[in-house]
Every structure is written in structure tokens, then in C-alpha cells.
């Protein structure tokens, strides 16, 4: 089992549909990403999280840490959203920023 | 403030071969992590160095190896290369070890091994 499980794996939306991709974790982290890359491949960080929530726009992102989930919205999604949407979370324990990713979650928004 | 680079942006080599990756850190970022990204497989994690020296290195055989230079660049380096190394590599820069701090991503370099 993967330490970070991601679903769904494929999601497609029509344009202004609320989207949710969820994230679970089985180890204990300092912290939370949430990453959009985009098909040529580089990675854009969206959110660091440690609990609670955060808003950037039209994206929210929320994590319940005694759960060990995060959720990623997008609210009016656009064909632009289009995206993979990696989560990766960051151990607990000091001294190493290694990353352990999902496999990530490819959005299709349709016009 | 300029951002994670990484050169060359696509890269083509045959089994056997070397192949040596280039990253330029964030401005003022003294950490570069390396990751390898098969299609379709989120990234993996590489190593990781932190002024100039190695701290934390993921389940990758040594043929895999990297340097840090006291302006905080970076380079991997390939030796051996198999047909399983074709993938994406990214590198990502932060500042210092410590949990909270963010990394960048860099575009990555996409090797192709023949």
C-alpha cells in the first residue's frame, strides 16, 4: 500500500462544476502539499498545509490530521483547471525535506 | 528572484550511457532535491543536498549521484543508463531542512534512454 493514496484517479468535470480530490496518508507528516502540473510537466506548488485550511481563489484546501486526509476543491472549475493535481506530504520526522507523492490526479474540464 | 532552472529540457541517450542533469536553485535556496518521474507514476524522491553535502537519499541504485556546488546548483548524474530511467527528473529547491519550509519546483528534464 502506498503511503499516499490519491483518488480519483481520473476526473472529468463540466465547466463551473464544484471539484473534489481527496488525499489519505498512512505515515505522520509535518506537512501537506497540494501540486498541479500541468502536460509539459512542471510543477506548481498550490497549497502547504498543516492543518485546517487554506483559500487561494477559486482553490480550498483542507486537511483533518487525527484523519490523516486532505481535500482539494475547485469551485467554478474552467477548461483551464485542466491539470494533473499531486498530493505529497512531508514526514514528521526532522532534518530531511523528502517529499512522498501520490500518483496524482488527472482533472479534464470540458467546455 | 529568479527560479528553479533546469537545463537541458529534454534529453535523449542509448543504454549504457552517461547523462548529467543540470539545476539552478531559487535565489537564496541552499536545498535541491532531485526526484524521478516515470509516465503516469507521481515523482519519486532521488537525494537531497543540503550545503553541498548529502542528506537523505531515496531507494535508487548508486549509479544515481549528485553534487552540490557552493552556489547551491546542483547536478545528477546517470551512469549505466538503463531503458527504466526514462522519465521526467525534477529538481526542487527550498531553504534549509527544516518541515514548513516550501519547495520550488524547477521545469524539469525529460530523458529519454534508447
Known amino acids: 500500500k502506498n503511503e499516499v493514496e490519491q483518488s480519483p484517479q481520473n476526473l472529468t468535470a463540466q465547466e463551473g462544476e464544484f471539484i473534489t480530490i481527496n488525499c489519505s496518508y498512512s505515515v505522520g507528516i509535518s506537512a501537506l502539499h497540494w501540486l498541479q502540473q500541468h502536460p509539459g510537466g512542471g510543477i506548481v506548488s498550490l497549497f502547504m498545509l498543516s492543518s485546517g485550511k487554506k483559500k487561494h481563489g477559486r482553490l480550498i484546501a483542507t486537511i483533518n490530521i487525527q484523519e490523516k486526509h486532505s481535500s482539494l476543491h475547485i469551485t467554478a472549475s474552467h477548461p483551464r483547471d485542466s491539470a494533473v493535481y499531486i498530493c505529497?506530504?512531508?514526514?514528521?520526522?526532522?532534518?530531511?525535506?523528502?517529499?512522498?507523492f501520490g500518483k496524482g490526479t488527472k482533472l479534464t474540464v470540458n467546455p | 528572484e529568479t527560479g528553479v532552472t533546469q537545463s537541458p529540457t529534454h534529453l535523449i541517450k542509448t543504454r549504457g550511457q552517461q547523462v548529467t542533469l543540470r539545476c539552478s536553485s531559487q535565489?537564496?535556496?541552499?536545498?535541491v532535491s532531485w526526484y524521478q518521474q516515470a509516465l503516469g507514476q507521481g515523482p519519486q524522491f532521488i537525494f537531497q543536498y543540503y550545503r553541498e553535502e548529502e542528506n537523505g537519499r531515496g531507494n535508487f541504485p548508486p549509479r544515481f549521484s549528485g553534487l552540490q556546488f557552493p552556489n547551491y546548483s546542483s547536478e545528477l548524474n546517470v551512469n549505466a543508463l538503463e531503458l527504466d530511467d526514462s522519465a521526467l527528473y525534477l529538481c526542487?529547491?527550498?531553504?534549509?531542512?527544516?518541515?514548513?519550509?516550501?519547495?520550488?519546483f524547477g521545469p524539469g528534464t525529460r530523458l529519454t534512454v534508447l
Open positions: 526542487a529547491s527550498s531553504l534549509g531542512l527544516r518541515g514548513y519550509n516550501e519547495q520550488f
Open positions: 505529497a506530504v512531508r514526514g514528521a520526522q526532522g532534518g530531511s525535506e523528502k517529499l512522498v
Open positions: 535565489s537564496g535556496h541552499n536545498t
